[in-house]
């Protein structure tokens, strides 16, 4: 019998931009950028921008657990 680890993985998807607080939800994606929902932030291509600072995407964070108070 093989086990099976159901354990997430650290972090919450959600990515915030840190010079305008723009939080990036996977779910959600940036249809006008170009991702489509869905989109890990990682898949995301690299010359993406924020839609709301047009900051790069080395200016974002990974949010922890709890961060966004739910």
């Not at 959600?28 to 921008?49: A, N, S």
Request: aromatic share 12%; net charge negative; with cysteine.
């Amino acid at each position: 019998m093989t086990s099976v680890d159901t354990q997430a993985a650290p972090g919450t998807g959600f990515w915030l931009c840190e010079p305008c607080g723009f939080i990036y939800d996977p779910a959600e994606g940036d249809p006008d950028g170009g991702v489509p929902p869905g989109t890990p932030f990682e898949d995301i291509p690299d010359d993406w921008m924020c839609p709301i600072c047009g900051a790069t995407k080395a200016d974002f964070r990974e949010l922890e657990p709890g961060e966004l108070g739910f």
